[in-house]
Structures are given as structure tokens and as C-alpha cells.
């Protein structure tokens, strides 16, 4: 008897438990968001209407067409071309890090040396290092190497591509680590026994087993990139050929004028690709973290 009324005490108390993390959920949920909701309200909102009362609903939704129109034919921010070049450099940056540091991870698990541990630590401790620390050098070391190599490196794509792969690595390569210790060793000797040579082996046999940690790897990277405003203002310059998304967008705002329509809904553009990425490749990312976990 009273061995039944303690599993129901328990019971109850296992349930209300999950009331308590449903109702914190919900509240944390409302608290994210707001600003999304903030954004997307006020980009249909002229700037009048968003100094007066920004968290009223808007009078007209088709402002938010207009706002999109003034945006895409502004004759000072070719928002269209800074769009183009975000795509490009985010797609280019993802391609060499999901790559080169699925390669590097791989070459680092199977070969276990003492010049491998050390050399992952160095990657490892390379996620510490402030960004802030190396702004400095990297800039001029971009613009020395350049002048070296004849090769112009600050101000376009490849010396971001560049930059992006070394600052991107030493987390990805630490992820795909964890995942690639787990693989059976088995199934590369069976390659190397039918003549698979070293690289056909990593592509035809490691990287489709890597899928889901690459979808993470790709998402997590992809975030950074896209929204990332500090390292392309340093390597591409605020009145450059080449431009992200990110300076575009903060050109809307002047000395003395901000136009906070514009800002909004440029802003609110930006957003969309990775909120369409990100749903469609959501099943992946849980798949990848939790398959990394677990390995």
C-alpha cells in the first residue's frame, strides 16, 4: 500500500516537473522570438510610423513591398550585389571547411602519432584564441602576403574564403574528429585490400559515412559566416567592390539619418535564407549532434 502511494507521489511529481520545463520552454520561445517578430512587424512600417509606436501592428502591409522595392533599386547600396557576394563567399567558405577539415580530421584519427595529438590540441586550443587578439596581425599579414605574392588578398573573395577557412577549422575539425574515431577502421582496410587508394578511400568510403556531422558542420559555419560583419569590414572595407550583406545593410544608416525601415527589412531579408536552410535541414543537425554525442 504504501509502496503505491510513493510511485504515485512520484508520478505526480515526475509530472508537474514537465509542466514546469513545457511552461519554461514556452516562455523562453516568446522571449526569442520578439525580436523576430519586432523585425518582421516594423519592416511593413514606414520610419515614421516606427519612431512613433514600433510594437503597433502595421496600417499597411503592402509597405513591406514597397520597403523591398526601395531597397533592391537604392542607387548608393547595391544591396542585390552585396547579396550575390554573401551567397558566394558563404558557399565557398562552407565547401573549403567542410572539406579541408574533414580531410585534416580524418588524417589526425588514423594516424596516431604524438605529432597528431599534438597537432589536434594546437587546433583545439585554437578556439580560444580571441578575434580581437589577431585583427591586427591578419590584416597585415594579408596585405604583406599579398604584395609578396603578387596576389591581391584584402578587398576579395579568395583572401575571405581565405581567412574564413582558418578561423572556421580548428571547431569543425574538432567535431568531425569526435565523429571519425568511431568509424570502423575495418571498412578502410577493406578499401585499401580492393586497391582503393588513400583519397578514394576518404571519398568513396569516410565522406558519405559523414553526412549528418557535415550537415552540422555546414549549418553552424553558415550562421557565422552569413551573419558575420567584423572580419568582412576589415578584409573587404565598408565602401568596397565586394560586400556582404551585413554592411550593406548597416549603410542604410547614416551620420544623421537612419532609416529604419530599410534597416529593418533589408535586415529581415538577410534572415530568411537561414531560417529556409535551417528548417529543411533541421532532421540532419539534431541527427549529427546527437550521433556525435553518442560516438
Known amino acids: 500500500m504504501n509502496l ?16 514546469l520545463l513545457e511552461l519554461l520552454t ?3 520561445f516568446i522571449l526569442f522570438m520578439i525580436p523576430f517578430g519586432m523585425v518582421v512587424l516594423n ?12 510594437i503597433a501592428l502595421p496600417s499597411d502591409w503592402n509597405q513591406l513591398v514597397i520597403n523591398v522595392s526601395l531597397i533592391f533599386n537604392n542607387p548608393t547600396v547595391d544591396y542585390l550585389g552585396a547579396f550575390v557576394d554573401s551567397t558566394l563567399i558563404t558557399v565557398f567558405s562552407l ?3 567542410a572539406l579541408f577539415s574533414s580531410m585534416c580530421a580524418w588524417v589526425l584519427v588514423r594516424n596516431k602519432t604524438i605529432w597528431s595529438a599534438i597537432l589536434f ?3 583545439v586550443s585554437a578556439m580560444v584564441i580571441p578575434f580581437q587578439v589577431l585583427m591586427y596581425p591578419l590584416v597585415r599579414w594579408m596585405r604583406i602576403s599579398g604584395d609578396f605574392l603578387h596576389f591581391r588578398l584584402l578587398g576579395t573573395i579568395p583572401g575571405i574564403v581565405f581567412a574564413y577557412l582558418g578561423f572556421g577549422s580548428p571547431l569543425s575539425i574538432f567535431i ?5 574515431k568511431n568509424i570502423p577502421y575495418e571498412l578502410e582496410e577493406a578499401a585499401t585490400i580492393d586497391g582503393c587508394s588513400r583519397g578514394r578511400t576518404f571519398f568513396s ?3 558519405p559515412l559523414l553526412q549528418p556531422i557535415v550537415v552540422t558542420v555546414l549549418i553552424l559555419n553558415g550562421i557565422w559566416i552569413w551573419n558575420d560583419y567584423l572580419l568582412p569590414l576589415l578584409m573587404l572595407g565598408s565602401n568596397g567592390i565586394v560586400q556582404t550583406i551585413p554592411i550593406a545593410v548597416t549603410a542604410f544608416a547614416g551620420a544623421y539619418l537612419k532609416q529604419w525601415d530599410l534597416i529593418l527589412t533589408s535586415t529581415l531579408i538577410a534572415m530568411l535564407p537561414l531560417i529556409i536552410l535551417y528548417l529543411f535541414a533541421q532532421r540532419y543537425i539534431i541527427k549529427g549532434m546527437v550521433e556525435g554525442s553518442i560516438k
Open 26 to 28: 514556452v516562455i523562453l
Open 121 to 123: 590540441m594546437v587546433f
Open 176 to 180: 568531425f574528429h569526435g565523429f571519425i
Open 205 to 207: 568510403i569516410v565522406f
Open 43 to 54: 519592416s511593413a512600417k514606414t520610419s515614421k510610423e516606427i519612431i512613433f509606436n514600433a
Open 95 to 97: 565547401l573549403v571547411i
Open 4 to 19: 503505491t502511494k510513493v510511485q504515485k507521489k512520484s508520478h505526480s511529481t515526475v509530472k508537474w516537473n514537465l509542466v
